[in-house]
């Protein structure tokens, strides 16, 4: 596709189920990236794929947090036993080798 | 580790007004990257810029300017003449010599809101 697609765009769940967001990068990009953005905050790295190389998982904040990614096409961020405290906007984003990362419009998970 | 530090959590100004968003890095690297991205209300971040640590040249953009200097760890954004259009969150990031080859790291955004 032309940009960074992510689904769903929005995702209400009840305290203790799974989720799992989607990624679908822009065709070709080597990197991958997932991000976190609570309420009025700034973006907290979580994790970042690039090609077949092992994730960079360092910014997952729990063993709850978990994501995929084949080759270089989609990725999914699972999320299991959802806690409250996990609700705010998850980012994608995707790059090429030098050149600058393209965002996804997020989706927006809230845990009641 | 890589740090970036945005002071300026809020900025109002008054259309027509100048307004400059700070932007201070911390890094052990010799080559890395900096950028500035928007984001609008509607919550998609936006690409506006990107330097490298070897280009110390202004750069304009518009009624955008960059104004990097190594010396300082600064990286710095103005608008001018600004506009109610340019009401968004502006982020600055860096990221290490590969490009794409690592995370993004993010300062924690700066609202700016421009009243006509």
């Known amino acids: 596709g032309a940009g960074v697609s992510q689904s769903p765009s929005n995702k209400v769940t009840e305290k203790g189920k799974d989720v799992e967001l989607r990624c679908d990068p822009i065709?070709?990009?080597?990197?991958l990236y997932w991000y976190r953005q609570r309420l009025g905050q700034g973006l907290e790295f979580l994790i970042y794929f690039q090609g077949n190389s092992a994730p960079d998982k360092s910014g997952l904040p729990s063993d709850r947090f978990s994501a995929e990614r084949t080759g270089e096409s989609v990725s999914t961020l699972t999320i299991q036993r959802t806690q409250q405290e996990d609700s705010a906007v998850y980012l994608c984003?995707?790059?090429?080798?030098?050149?600058?990362?393209?965002f996804g419009q997020g989706t927006r998970l809230t845990v009641v | 580790a890589q740090k970036v530090t945005q002071a300026q959590t809020e900025i109002s100004v008054v259309e027509k007004e100048d307004v400059t968003l700070d932007c201070v890095y911390e890094t052990r690297d010799t080559t890395y990257y900096l950028f500035w991205y928007k984001q609008p209300p509607s919550g998609e971040l936006v690409f506006l810029i990107r330097r490298n640590s070897f280009d110390e040249q202004n750069e304009i953009s518009g009624r955008y300017s960059w104004n990097f200097q190594k010396s300082t760890s600064s990286f710095n954004f103005t608008i001018t003449a600004s506009q109610v259009v340019d009401s968004a969150v502006y982020f600055c990031?860096?990221?290490?010599?590969?490009?794409?080859?690592?995370?993004?790291?993010f300062g924690k955004g700066t609202r700016l809101s421009v009243i006509a």
């Open positions: 984003a995707s790059s090429l080798m030098n050149v600058e990362a393209f």
């Open positions: 990031a860096l990221s290490g010599p590969l490009m794409g080859n690592t995370p993004l790291v």
């Open positions: 065709s070709g990009h080597t990197a």
